[in-house]
């Protein structure tokens, strides 16, 4: 196929992703210095149609960016009033005494909010400062000049036949070449995931690790309602061989935030996270809360959990990675959009300070540097051991044995009688085969309280263009039936929450069906394909799930 020929167009800084760190990182660079030119690509419809998180917020990050957010009526309006932490059983729960848990743990000053509402209003203080965003363009390339350095990104490409070739409407996308590419694309980017490869970016880190978490927005009966109470509980269903645990957030207008987060190193194939999260909901605790009540939206994403020392390198010749593409989610706090914002505002004051001083296209060290020293890293650290720790023993073992090193970190300035402990295998390799395992007899959704995959699908308003290459590619074709069914008993058909991978009856025996059209873009199938078969790449700008308040 000939070259294909693109209009390029010269910029100061390039940003991928319009979530927090994005944002910040726009927002950032233009109090700097007004003069420059910024422009964030965003692959959503929207600003916020690819953004699902909790989301209880620690404001820090936008205290430091943005320090009268309040005055320009950040969507911040729900403050935790009520903290509690559960062990689940089947039938009932113990509740966690708030005075056991490490400080770090506390959740007032924060606040429940939706994301997506927050990442739009960034954005609309961004654009107020001249940043240029533009949703509805997934940059699916990166352009890299004659010394293999970033020098920016192809954006806006549409059009291919399900082939690959140019369609009759094709339109071929454009170059943004740029001093310096910002990559925050969260969690396993594909851009991300391209960079560490090729500049062995991950050398001296330990493997990501990762969950995968699946939400749901609830209107409950007002009585049921208590604006500003967060939950979390571990325990059942999952148990405690499995990793994971679930959060309950009451946000305003009778809504109620459930969730559900899977911990990725399951071993057994048959397990299956989202019948786990449908299961969870008919705990009695969780029952009262959503009994009479209505589900108005859904969605799905992949969550790091590997921390501090899973970091890999975030600067490469010609720009940086930051947010959650770089994995800076604090495990036992669940969160991760205040890190982003920080990695942001740290990104974009190095990018800064290089044009300023004449520079382009090298290794932004500096940011590296203070990424891993500053406020992500000293958040980062001290929770170090907390997912390992979980992995060996378990979760109550490790919520034992991790709440004791937070507290140990807490009163010795850091110090940990554990070192920094390694994760061991990555998630596709802790997979074990089908043959010692049992398949699990999963409850059939009842309609009310829980619901099969598809129905839920509908509630995420996901869409892609059907004539479309598949943005799920496999490396060899042939693994999913001859290796992955044998082997595995193919559990693509039970970790995507989506319901995209299908194991059918074909003329000539089974064959794996690919339903990209359901895929809620949660990353989840690049992570735990125990083959790793599976690269997830954009599909053209603006497909995808379009998620309202998440």
């Known amino acids: 196929m000939a070259e294909i020929e693109r209009e390029a167009m010269e910029v100061d800084v390039v940003i991928v992703g319009a979530g927090p760190a994005g944002l910040s990182a726009a927002i950032r660079l233009k109090q700097l210095d007004e003069d420059l030119m910024v422009v964030v690509l965003e692959k959503g419809s929207e600003v916020g149609a690819h953004i699902l998180s909790g989301a209880v917020l620690d404001p820090s990050g936008l205290d430091a960016l943005i320090p009268d957010w309040k005055e320009k009526g950040a969507p911040l309006n729900v403050p935790v009033k009520k903290d509690n932490f559960y062990i689940f059983g089947e039938g009932g729960q113990m509740k966690i005494p708030n005075f056991l848990m490490p400080p770090l743990m506390n959740n007032h000053g924060n606040y429940i909010v939706s994301m997506g509402n927050v990442c739009r209003w960034m954005a609309e203080q961004a654009e107020a400062l001249g940043v ?29 036949n399900p082939d690959g070739t140019p369609g009759d409407g094709y339109e071929p996308g454009m170059e943004l070449l740029a001093k310096y590419t910002i990559i925050s694309e969260g969690v396993r980017g594909s851009l991300a995931k391209e960079l560490i490869a090729k500049y062995d970016l991950a050398k001296d880190s330990d493997v990501p690790k990762f969950g995968i978490g699946m939400k749901e927005i609830w209107e ?7 604006e500003g109470e967060v939950t979390h509980s571990l325990g059942w269903p999952l148990g405690f061989k499995n990793g994971g645990g679930s959060f309950l957030y009451h946000i305003e207008n009778n809504q109620v935030y459930v969730g559900y987060i899977v911990d990725l190193n399951y071993k057994n194939p048959y397990l299956s996270p989202y019948q786990e999260f449908q299961r969870f909901k008919h705990h009695p605790r969780v029952k009262q809360v959503l009994e009479g009540g209505k589900r108005v939206a859904y969605g799905a994403r992949a969550v790091t959990k590997g921390g501090f020392q899973s970091i890999p390198d975030t600067a490469f010749p010609g720009g940086v990675i930051a947010g959650c593409s770089a ?10 959009n205040h890190n982003a914002m920080h990695s942001g505002r740290q990104a974009a004051e190095a990018a800064y300070e290089a044009i300023k001083a004449g520079r382009s296209g090298d290794t932004l060290s500096e940011y590296d540097a203070a990424l891993k020293s500053g406020p992500v890293g000293k ?17 109550a073992g490790g919520m034992a044995l991790g709440g004791f090193d ?10 940990s009688l554990f070192g920094t402990l390694k994760h061991g295998k990555n998630d596709a390799q802790a997979t074990e085969k089908a043959d010692k395992h049992k398949p699990i007899d999963y409850p059939k959704p009842d309609g009310v309280l829980s619901f099969d995959r598809l129905t839920n699908v509908s509630f995420s308003n996901t ?12 490396k060899d074709p042939s693994i999913p039936i001859d290796v992955n069914l044998p082997q595995f008993a ?8 989506a319901g995209v991978y299908e194991v059918v009856e074909g003329d000539n025996g089974p064959k794996f069906q690919i339903n990209f059209q359901n895929c809620v873009h949660c990353k989840t199938c690049d992570i735990k394909d125990p083959s790793q078969n599976i ?3 954009v599909p053209q700008g603006g497909d995808g799930p379009n998620y309202p308040n998440m």
């Open 490 to 497: 193919e559990p693509a058909q039970r970790y995507c929450p």
């Open 463 to 474: 869409n892609h263009e059907e004539s479309q290459p598949c943005h799920l590619k496999l």
């Open 379 to 395: 958040d980062l650290k001290r929770v170090r051991n907390v997912a390992p720790l979980n992995a060996r023993f378990g979760p």
């Open 535 to 537: 690269n997830w790449t």
């Open 406 to 415: 937070m507290w140990f970190q807490t009163l010795f300035g850091g110090f």
């Open 327 to 336: 994995g800076l989610v604090n495990l036992p706090r669940i969160k991760g």
């Open 132 to 160: 240029e965003v533009y949703p509805g363009m997934a940059a699916s390339e990166l352009v890299y000049d004659e010394n293999g350095a970033v020098k920016g990104v192809v954006a806006g490409e549409f059009g291919k």
């Open 220 to 226: 409950v009966n007002p009585e049921n309602h208590n």
